[in-house]
């Protein structure tokens, strides 16, 4: 009998009806993007680079060689590259084999010794309670533990679980230096023990997979060696290592090792399976599942295929990074509207691969010309010229011309002293542009972004953001069009219940290819361009006793206790550097912002601060920053530590940041490092001489980087 559908609920007076059921032509709850996760590859049916198959050999050798062990195989490859997907399918394998067991273990969720415990103990784990209660008896007979003998015998006939029992067992076995000595017999007991089935045939193995040793400390990797070769080398345990070996190379994490500890870590992996990049064709194949999976693949063509596949090193994190950054750009990014994804592929690889060129080039005084692209390519051609033999042809006239932006002369003839005019020009150029000039991969990615016809539009764009909303409108690159006509019916953009998919609407108007009804377009499909937070308190007038408060920025800080430690920001384009501020309230700092030279004069008639920190172009003034501390330190209204912060940093300016007594960043985490530097030295100043504690070993201020303190 067939069953009827179920009847709706009963209305009740005065209550609303309930919402219908949706249909199954109702939009989806979701955009049409996604974002790929990070994850290894756990399953065969996942792999889709071909690690299976080695995956099966590996695991088939660890079980052909149970009667070989203890042994170390590391599992070899750069960052990205594989090393977890294939463990975890060699581990998926092992699963099928007849009395092989797994245990994982994090390298990277332990520090220093505490890596050498959780080691341990994840083995322990993996064994019977049955073994740990005789091993545990065992240790409690030995006469090195006489005096905890009547405690041991107390435990072992108690009703503790597993956990409890390795607990209990590290305890007796870690409890001094006599117990240490004998761990790795008791540990080969314990193994033994478990290892030996009723029919002894097959005899049970242990496989053992550590992820991520080259992410950690070098306490961390000797701590994981030390358990793996010191007390975990006995029968029946196999190590599967996955690491980078040029990470814990001489040149790498250990660079430090003594002569004894190098060949202690040679002693460690008895062999190692180098993972080789996949195939191109498999690459491409692979770059395509992800476009497919994150719901971009009708905007990556066979040739933005081949160049993620170029570029990425066939690399698949690197690959699922720029998936994601392109997905993530796209639905965010309203630049990106009259350019097309062409170009965000090509901006997003300076981006990730050359991240402090890619800072100056969408930054402020990046340049003297505000072009460091152009700066860049023609400095590349200065340099050929200058290098060039004698008598070679060369552009003379715009050699001369770029020469003559830095106050250097063409050497006549040519050929004659040009390397020597050219290492004084690298020392005003930015730190990175010797380095960048003779990498091929940079230098064709960047001519690739320049030979478009739209190259100057777009690096506008990038520096400067999009177009505010009194802008001329411009019509929508039609490389997004599939993007919109994918979307099928109500293609305006808004079917998905979250606006448009991309960072702009689709209006026919100007050039969208949505097939829906038009929407108003006020603002012609641009984002306003964010509005910098005014001061409350007019410009050149300050309150008594402190530094004008631009609004917008409350002074939070995280240690409400502590005495204020006041900075004095200087900096005509504080959006473009927001990550100052962040750092110094990060830090508990209460910043005072001013944007130029005479306001900062003023601010500190009023109040000394801690430290000031400056940029140094302003405007068309390129040592504005330097002038600035100059007269300060001269006319004795500061002597206080500086750190000048500038996107653009070069040797010269390194130089002449020195001979203020100041220190020159362009980077987060060093800014954060200076900041707690003069952080220390208040403090000792604060402190009387005789208990001040002397100057750790191999601080910064002992290096000289912050002279000034």
Same mark, same amino acid.
Request: with cysteine; proline share 9%.
């Given at each position: ?353 050359y991240p402090d060129f890619y800072r100056m080039m969408t930054g402020p005084s990046g340049t003297v010309d505000g072009d460091v692209v152009a700066e860049f390519r023609t400095y590349r051609a200065v ?79 990038? *520096? +400067?953001?999009?177009? $505010?909303? #009194? %802008? ?5 690159? !039609?490389?997004? &069009?599939? /993007? ?96 100052? *501020? +962040?750092?110094?309230? $990060?830090? #508990? %700092? ?5 944007? !130029?030279?005479? &306001?900062? /004069? ?101 290096? $000289? ?5």
């Amino acid at each position: 009998m067939a069953t009827s559908a179920p009847l709706p609920p009963p209305s009740t007076p005065g209550l609303p009806l309930p919402a219908p059921a949706p249909t199954a032509s109702a939009p989806p709850a979701h955009g049409p993007f996604t974002l790929l996760n990070d994850e290894p590859v756990a399953e065969p049916g996942a792999d889709l680079l071909g690690a299976g198959r080695a995956a099966r050999q590996l695991a088939g050798l660890l079980v052909a060689s149970r009667a070989s062990t203890p042994f170390t195989l590391a599992v070899d490859a750069g960052w990205g590259m594989g090393k977890s997907s294939l463990m975890r399918l060699v581990d998926a394998e092992l699963a099928h084999a007849p009395e092989v067991h797994t245990v994982w273990y994090n390298a990277w969720t332990s520090t220093g010794a505490d890596a050498l415990e959780g080691l341990i103990k994840s083995v322990l784990m993996r064994f019977d309670r049955r073994v740990l209660r005789r091993g545990l008896q065992r240790v409690g007979e030995r006469r090195a533990l006489l005096r905890a003998l009547r405690a041991l015998s107390t435990v072992a006939a108690g009703p503790l679980g597993v956990a409890g029992l390795v607990d209990e067992l590290w305890k007796r076995l870690s409890v001094d230096s006599q117990a240490r000595n004998e761990m790795r017999g008791a540990i080969g007991d314990l193994v033994q023990e478990w290892s030996e089935t009723a029919e002894f045939r097959p005899r049970r193995l242990l496989v053992v997979f550590i992820d991520d040793l080259d992410r950690c400390s070098e306490e961390t990797v000797l701590a994981v060696c030390e358990a793996v070769k010191v007390y975990l080398d006995v029968p029946g345990l196999a190590f599967v290592v996955g690491c980078d070996r040029s990470a814990l190379g001489p040149n790498g994490l250990l660079r430090d090792l003594s002569p004894a500890g190098s060949a202690f870590m040679e002693k460690i992996f008895q062999t190692s399976y180098r993972i080789p990049a996949a195939d191109n064709h498999g690459v491409k194949d692979y770059i395509r599942w992800c476009a497919r999976t994150a719901g971009i693949e009708p905007l990556l063509d066979d040739a933005l295929v081949d160049l993620l596949a170029q570029r990425s090193d066939r690399n698949p994190r690197r690959i699922k990074r720029l998936v994601n950054g392109f997905v993530l750009e796209a639905t965010l990014n309203p630049v990106w509207r009259d350019f097309g994804p062409d170009a965000v592929i090509r901006t997003l690889l300076l981006q990730y691969f050359y991240p402090d060129f890619y800072r100056m080039m969408t930054g402020p005084s990046g340049t003297v010309d505000g072009d460091v692209v152009a700066e860049f390519r023609t400095y590349r051609a200065v340099r050929r010229t200058l290098l060039a033999p004698a008598g070679a042809p060369g552009e003379e006239t715009d050699v001369r011309d770029f020469l003559g932006r830095y106050d250097l002369v063409l050497p006549q003839p040519l050929g004659a002293g040009g390397d020597e005019v050219l290492a004084v020009l690298e020392r005003q150029l930015p730190n990175e542009f010797p380095d960048l000039v003779v990498n091929p991969a940079f230098t064709s990615l960047v001519d690739e972004l320049t030979a478009r016809p739209d190259a100057a539009q777009l690096l506008l764009r990038l *520096r +400067e953001g999009p177009l $505010g909303a #009194g %802008a001329e409108p411009t019509r929508m690159s !039609r490389e997004w &069009a599939p /993007v919109w006509q994918g979307l099928g019916s109500g293609a305006d953009g808004y079917a998905t219940g979250f606006g448009p998919p991309l960072a702009w609407p689709g209006d026919g108007t100007y050039g969208g290819y949505g097939a829906g009804p038009q929407q108003p377009m006020p603002q012609q499909g641009r984002v306003p361009a964010p509005q910098v937070p005014q001061s409350p308190v007019p410009q050149g007038v300050y309150p008594q006793g402190g530094y004008p408060q631009p609004g917008g920025y409350p002074q939070q800080s995280p240690y409400p206790a502590a005495p204020v430690f006041d900075v004095l920001w200087v900096d005509d384009q504080p959006d473009r550097k927001a990550v100052v *501020r +962040e750092v110094l309230e $990060g830090l #508990g %700092a209460q910043v005072s912002h001013v944007p !130029r030279s005479a &306001a900062a /004069v003023q601010a500190l008639r009023n109040r000394t601060p801690d430290l000031l920190v400056s940029d140094i172009s302003r405007g068309s003034d390129h040592s504005a920053g330097f002038e600035m501390v100059r007269r300060l330190q001269e006319d004795g209204n500061y002597d206080g530590p500086v750190v000048f912060f500038t996107i653009r940093r070069s040797a010269e300016r390194e130089e002449r940041a020195a001979a203020l007594g100041a220190s020159l960043t362009n980077n987060e985490q060093e800014l954060r490092e200076l900041v707690l530097l003069a952080l220390q030295s208040r403090a000792e100043e604060r402190t009387p001489p005789g208990d001040r504690k002397p100057p750790r070993r191999g601080s910064l201020s002992q290096s $000289g980087w912050f002279p000034s303190l």
